[in-house]
């Protein structure tokens, strides 16, 4: 499929140079690049096309054809540390979302780092670049505090439109749960009594950033414009029009569809072509052993997720489209990723499950959950770990764990005026804190010692400029190395090797120790095996502890859910299981009639 920015990019050099086009006098206006960067909530790794996912998202693959997919890049397993990470250069366990708030363990509560907020000890990215004469704006879901000394104008936004919690509904205020029964927004730093009129969180967002950037036109002055989509995070709610897009399109299954995604991974040169999938999760049967009333209404769920997917790649589209018509997107670095691997919970089918309790009546209060409601305002729906693990391909686990399906995002960069012809670079390992840092190196800012008044820590992400302009293939070498810790999970990754401990039942208790350029799906424990290597890596985990504050919580995520799930299976006394024991076969003429019918 042909890019129609690179299009537009090859148009411009048949122009003659003596009538220069708007976007070269904009980017001579401009001495210091825009920067753009769109973060997706909860999108799956495999999920777009140019990851080799089956949801039409045309505008995404515009950007890939233009620009590099990483394939290696890595954020928490959870939203606000995300955040935090981006938006301060540092460790979660250091910029104030050590664990989420909402998930703060007593030994944590009151520990530096551990503020459930972006705290006052880092310097944040937007006001850094609004002191250095950026204008800076924000769209959508903030999740880093709500208190007016927290919010994106105390923060470094001269504008914002801001959705202060986790999540809610696409339509209205309405909140998440019930500790939040209706959601916070802000504009400019006011809150918010009522939302525009005809509000869908997805266009809304795309709107206000146009109308931000839009306003400051022509001033000379470059933009830092945060795009943090809500979407596809649940509850999945799209415009009636879009109910039925998908229609039929999963209907083979989650199973089918996992290997097929894989496999275009592999045409596409995403993965080598030895790579095998992460074994299916013991507790997800067989999509065809389900009877087909049970088939139909999972993957009716699915269906919705690919609509509120390609509605956000629409309104992407539209933006880059504003850009590139208003001569500005030549000179605009475009970042898009998503925030942590897909979301496994369904809300609506525990409340239904659940005996009469708070949690459950507010579900049955606040939304509609019967399946003729699925995907309109007003519903919940969430499509819970099958379709979850199906997003995460080839990886295992999803979001909240430190596995690789809950850590590993897709990643597009698109430097100004540098059509790359979709390049793929998979030899980068690259983390979310790296991006303060590189944007500022791009636009030639200091990282500042000091603050409003008061010391701030140094940014510990790694510069991607040299990369960027093609100067080295990963900003890191063969001795350095990430750390990770989230709910009690701990892990390192290091060239190839990753160390991982988790609880149970998701893990051993114990470190294990996988060679994921090899064994993406982590298939396969080299602990035993590896000794000086584990060792070595358990030494970097020492390390990572003591230079982050690291408070490992006296209480986990995870407990009690052994007693919930069926026994971990054991074949031939090893874990996981072959696929063999995973998969029902599937021709690829149906797969094919299945996954890409005509709408």
């Given amino acids: 499929m042909r890019s129609p920015l690179l ?12 009538q220069p086009s708007q976007a070269q006098e904009t980017t001579a206006a401009n001495e210091q690049p825009n ?3 769109i973060v997706a909530d909860d999108l799956g790794y495999s999920d777009l096309e140019a990851f080799g996912g089956d949801i039409p998202s045309p505008s995404l693959n515009a950007l890939a054809e233009n620009g590099v997919r990483y394939t290696q890049f890595y954020v928490s397993p959870t939203c606000s540390p995300t955040r935090a990470m981006l938006l301060s250069g540092m460790d979660n366990h250091r910029a104030g979302l050590g664990n989420m708030i909402e998930r703060t363990a007593p030994n944590q509560e009151g520990q530096p780092g551990y503020e459930g907020v ?32 927290q ?46 009129k005809d509000f869908y969180a997805t266009r809304t967002y795309t709107d206000k950033i146009i109308e931000y950037i839009e306003s400051n036109r022509g001033d000379g002055k470059p933009f830092f414009a945060y795009l943090a989509h809500q979407a596809p995070h649940d509850p999945l709610q799209v415009p009636n029009g879009w109910l039925r897009r998908h229609r039929g399109r999963y209907d083979c299954g989650w199973d089918s569809v996992r290997v097929h995604r ?35 209404s999972i993957a009716r769920k699915m269906e919705i997720y690919a609509s509120v997917v390609e509605y956000m790649d629409q309104e992407i589209g539209r933006l880059l489209a504003y850009l590139d018509e208003t001569g500005q997107l030549d000179n605009t670095y475009v970042i898009f990723f998503s925030d942590n691997g897909p979301e496994s919970n369904d809300k609506s089918a525990n409340a239904k499950n659940a005996s009469a309790s708070q949690a459950s009546g507010w579900m049955s209060n606040d939304y509609d959950t019967d399946f003729a409601s699925w995907g309109r305002k007003g519903s919940f729906v969430a499509y819970g770990t099958p ?107 290091k060239g190839p090797w990753k160390l991982l401990w988790m609880h149970k039942p998701f893990g051993t208790e114990d470190w294990q120790l996988y060679n994921v350029e090899d064994d993406p799906g982590e298939r396969v424990d080299l ?31 995870y407990e009690g859910l052994e007693d919930r799930l069926p026994p971990r299976p054991a074949v031939d006394g090893t874990w996981p299981p072959g696929p063999e024991e995973n998969y029902a076969e599937e021709e690829d003429d149906e797969f094919f009639e299945c996954v890409v019918k005509t709408k």
């Fill in 387 to 493: 379709w979850a693990q199906v997003s995460a391909t080839p990886f295992s686990m999803v979001k909240g764990s430190l596995a690789e399906g809950g850590v590993r995002s897709p990643l597009i960069v698109v430097p100004p005026q540098q059509a790359s012809g979709g390049a793929i670079n998979r030899e980068a390992i690259l983390h979310v804190q790296d991006i303060a840092p590189t944007l500022l190196d791009i636009a030639g800012v200091d990282q500042p010692n000091t603050f409003e008044g008061h010391d701030v820590l140094p940014m510990q992400g790694m510069s991607w400029q040299a990369m960027l302009d093609g100067q080295e293939v990963s900003p890191r070498g063969e001795e350095d190395w990430l750390g990770f810790e989230f709910w009690g999970m701990r892990s390192i990754r």
């Fill in 118 to 149: 972006l705290n006052h000890r880092v310097a944040p990215l937007p006001a850094i670049l609004q002191d250095a004469g950026y204008h800076t704006y924000m769209a959508g879901k903030w999740h880093l505090g709500k208190e007016p000394e």
């Fill in 151 to 196: 919010i994106p104008a105390a923060r470094g936004f001269e504008r914002d439109f801001t959705m202060l919690a986790a999540a809610g509904s696409y339509f209205d205020k309405t909140g998440y749960d019930w500790n939040v029964p209706d959601n916070q927004f802000t504009e400019d730093g006011v809150y918010l009594d009522k939302l525009p």
């Fill in 7 to 18: 299009f537009l990019f090859l148009l411009g050099l048949l122009l003659p140079l003596a």
């Fill in 262 to 296: 894989l496999e275009r991974m592999q045409e596409m040169g995403l993965m080598d072509e030895d790579v095998e999938l992460a074994s299916r999760l013991w507790y997800v049967p067989e999509f065809n052993a389900l009877t087909g009333l049970t088939r139909y």
């Fill in 527 to 557: 602990a035993a095996s590896e000794p000086e290597i584990l060792a070595e890596l358990v030494g970097h985990w020492d390390e990572y502890v003591a230079e982050n504050n690291v408070i490992l919580p006296n209480r986990h995520q």
């Fill in 35 to 37: 920067f753009l960067v």
